[in-house]
């Protein structure tokens, strides 16, 4: 009883008093204004030789489909697993964390290339979080803090290596995924999800083209001018109103000698690398390892095409080499 007691506590801590939340985004309808087609077709339009990676059954590769994660009442949270058909040993599991402005998209996105990875020796996991359609802040960090722990508390069962668990995304995945990477075990962001003795630390972030922060400077997150953004749509509140939410929930508020070695691969908007080097900073004040790889030239859901698909696999692949196993 004292659990669900603490969350509900934690949960008006991040409302702000006299000022009404905006709640209009939760509409408890799939949004699908972002999928891989429709940013194909979207960034085609600049860049017309790109080539949609899609996915397709590679028989070396296991797909595991639509497990329960975690319950939230009826609410069944699901998530995919990817890993070699001949797995002998421990692997590093990848838990891969999807994009679309904490609104849209879903669990798919990144099959191709959690396959590919699988291919490679990697065992990777695909959840769904809840997105705000569904509900607002803070509810999809704690959905990925319950995946980590669901990881961790079936690595037995997967085969996966504890020390070497490492956390990725995309886009708005990227922020969850970062904030995932820095925020390790604290009570603010566990929420009451499944495998509650479980610590939801992880060993490894890769951030692709995933914003650390909110408040900075050069982040564009946040501008209401011409419509609501995607980032007030999911806090209910806008950066105007209330600051302090916005401050706590950037992943670069929370770097420090705790955060895990981490690998940024980004595109060529500028925009999307705000607070980049302010993260790396704190990172190298402590001895952490970092490594950037920026594709030039690129758009932002680069990811999902080539010529910059293979690509993004092998900096992956050579990032997670170079892995020492952590507490």
Same mark, same amino acid.
């Given at each position: 009883m004292l659990r669900p007691v603490i969350c509900l506590l934690i949960i008006l801590l991040f409302s702000k008093q006299g000022t009404a939340q905006f709640t209009d985004s939760i509409t408890n309808k799939i949004d699908s204004s972002y999928s891989n087609y429709r940013a194909y077709l979207s960034t085609k339009k600049t860049h017309p030789n790109i080539q949609l990676v899609e996915f397709s059954k590679d028989p070396s590769v296991?797909?595991?489909? %639509?497990?329960?994660?975690?319950?939230?009442?009826?609410? /069944?949270?699901? @998530?995919?697993? $990817? +890993? #070699?058909v001949k797995q002998h040993k421990s692997t590093i599991p990848?838990?891969?964390?999807?994009?679309?402005?904490?609104?849209s998209g879903n669990r798919a996105q990144h099959f191709a290339?959690?396959?590919?990875?699988?291919?490679?020796?990697?065992?990777?996991?695909a959840p769904e979080y809840r997105l705000s359609t569904e509900a607002l802040f803070p509810?999809?960090?704690?959905?990925?803090?319950?995946?980590?722990?669901?990881?961790?508390? %079936?690595?037995?069962?997967?085969?996966?290596?504890?020390? /070497?668990?490492? @956390?990725?995304? $995309? +886009? #708005?995945?990227?922020?969850?995924?970062?904030?995932?990477?820095?925020?390790?075990?604290?009570?603010?962001?566990?929420?009451?999800?499944?495998?509650?003795?479980?610590?939801?630390?992880?060993?490894?972030?890769?951030?692709?083209?995933?914003?650390?922060?909110?408040?900075?400077?050069?982040?564009?997150?946040?501008?209401?001018?011409?419509?609501?953004?995607?980032?007030?749509?999911?806090?209910?509140?806008?950066?105007?109103?209330?600051?302090?939410?916005l401050t706590i929930a950037s992943p670069l508020t929370h770097a420090n000698e705790h955060t895990p070695p981490t690998l940024f691969i980004n595109s060529a908007v500028d925009r999307m690398h705000a607070g980049r080097s302010d993260f790396i900073s704190i990172l190298n004040s402590h001895g952490i390892y970092t490594e950037v790889k920026t594709f030039e030239g690129s758009p932002h859901s680069f990811c999902l095409f080539e010529p910059w698909f293979e690509p993004t696999v092998a900096v992956i692949h050579g990032f997670l080499n170079k892995l020492v196993p952590g507490g």
């Open positions: 296991r797909q595991q489909k %639509n497990i329960v994660y975690s319950r939230i009442g009826k609410r /069944k949270l699901l @998530i995919d697993v $990817f +890993s #070699a990848i838990i891969m964390i999807h994009g679309g402005g904490w609104r290339l959690l396959q590919r990875l699988a291919g490679l020796g990697y065992t990777c996991f509810a999809a960090v704690y959905d990925v803090k319950a995946a980590i722990r669901w990881v961790r508390a %079936n690595a037995k069962k997967y085969n996966v290596d504890t020390g /070497k668990i490492t @956390i990725m995304g $995309f +886009s #708005a995945g990227g922020e969850l995924a970062a904030l995932m990477a820095t925020t390790g075990n604290m009570p603010l962001f566990e929420g009451c999800g499944g495998n509650a003795k479980f610590s939801s630390k992880v060993n490894a972030l890769i951030d692709i083209d995933g914003t650390l922060s909110f408040v900075h400077p050069e982040s564009a997150e946040g501008n209401d001018e011409k419509r609501l953004s995607a980032s007030t749509m999911w806090f209910g509140y806008s950066k105007k109103q209330h600051l302090p939410l």
